[in-house]
Every structure is written in C-alpha cells, then in structure tokens.
C-alpha cells in the first residue's frame, strides 16, 4: 500500500536555528515528490518538485533532498516568516498522496 | 495571472442540506483535482478530470458526493444530504497537464461546517 509519512508532527526553532522536516514514503512506481507549504486558511504552495534519489533543489533558506526511501526539507537560519505546515506529497501517475505535514514555528 | 479560485470560501450547512462547491481553475490548466482535508490532516484524494473527463473518483466517499466538469474548466462538487462527518475543507487544484513535470496549484478551499 502506498504510504506517506512525515515526522515530526510539530517543530518549534528559534530564530536562526537550523533543522530538517523528514518525508518517509512506500509507493510503487514514484513519478515525483513534491514539497508544499501551508499557511493558516490557506491552499498548499507549491515549494520544490524532486525526481531522483540525489537530486537536490534550493529555494532562499529551504532545500530539498531525496533518497530512494525518503526526502529532507533543509531549513537553514529560519525566520519567524517561516512557520507554516509543510506537507509532501508523492505522485504515482494520476493521484498525489499527500503525508500529514509538519507544522513548523520558527520564535523569534 | 489569476490563481485557482473556490467559491464559497466558507459554508455552513444543516444535517440533510445538499451543497455545491465552485471551483474556477487556472485558465488552461487540463488536470484538476478535489481534495478533502481534515483539521491538522494532508489533503485526502476525491477525484480527478482530465478536460472534462471524470478519470478517477475512487477517493469519494460515499454516492452522496458527485463533480462534474461539463465544459474541462470549471467544477463543481455537489455534496448531498450532508451529514456531519462531512465538515472538513474542500481543496481543489489544477495542474497544466498530466504527468509528473506538472504540480498541483491550489485554491484557498472551501470550508464546510455541517450543523
């Protein structure tokens, strides 16, 4: 069974202190992991697309990894503009699975 | 451009109501999806259309949820005799076309209190 996992539930930084959100999946044919941001009363933002294990992306104080069994979201020296909850999600041709999210809190 | 716009953004409905929530994709887009999420849960899967083609709804729970998409732009999601386990919001999302180069852009959602 096709399966998303992210951990931890909840992660709170101060300001400037670096950490990384996991993303754990069991699919059958990946065709692509994608990252999204969520904002309170909001829809998902697309964030990164990653394809292979290896692959790496980079956007401001975010970056992206994967491996053949999981994904990384890398945040570095966050700010409080970055608390949201971040979700992954996998494609296996015409369906995304999404994970449960990780809500970040970045204290300033 | 625009983005995906859902309307109503917020509904409340009585037990036994029937609703219908409106989606306005990107102008373009082929793919569109609905999607159930839950308070403090990821986007559940309901249904897909390619064009107006309604490819897959094995995510719809129950016969009471109904989408069409008549003429591949907007959508709608009919829910009937809502009950209360239906309260949750309704995500929808367009994508320019099928395939795996092609992330989801979503609305802002519809959130739906059944009372």
């Known amino acids: 069974e096709d399966q998303v996992t992210q951990s931890p539930e909840a992660l709170r930084l101060q300001e400037g202190e670096s950490s990384s959100l996991n993303c754990s999946y069991t699919v059958s044919g990946l065709r692509g992991l994608f990252w999204y941001r969520q904002d309170p009363g909001k829809g998902p933002e697309f964030l990164f697309t990653?394809?292979?294990a290896g692959e790496e992306k980079e956007k401001e104080r975010l970056k992206a990894t994967i491996t053949k069994k999981e994904s990384f979201l890398h945040i570095t020296a966050p700010k409080p503009e970055d608390s949201a909850t971040y979700l992954c999600?996998?494609?296996?041709?015409?369906?995304?699975?999404f994970g449960t999210g990780t809500s970040l809190t970045v204290i300033p | 451009g625009a983005g995906v716009s859902q309307s109503p953004r917020y509904k409340v409905a009585k037990r036994g109501q029937d609703v219908a929530l409106r989606c306005d994709p990107i102008?373009?887009?082929?793919?569109l999806f609905w999607y159930q999420q839950a308070l403090g849960q990821g986007p559940e899967f309901l249904t897909y259309f390619q064009n107006e083609a309604q490819l897959d709804k094995s995510g719809l729970p129950s016969d009471r949820f109904f989408a069409e998409r008549p003429e591949g732009s907007v959508s709608t999601l009919k829910i009937q005799r809502t009950q209360q386990e239906d309260s949750a919001v309704y995500l929808c999302?367009?994508?320019?076309?099928?395939?795996?180069?092609?992330?989801?852009?979503f609305g802002n959602g519809t959130r739906l209190t059944v009372t």
């Open positions: 102008s373009g887009h082929v793919s």
């Open positions: 999600a996998v494609n296996t041709g015409n369906q995304f699975y």
């Open positions: 990653l394809y292979s």
């Open positions: 999302a367009s994508s320019l076309r099928t395939g795996v180069n092609s992330p989801l852009h």
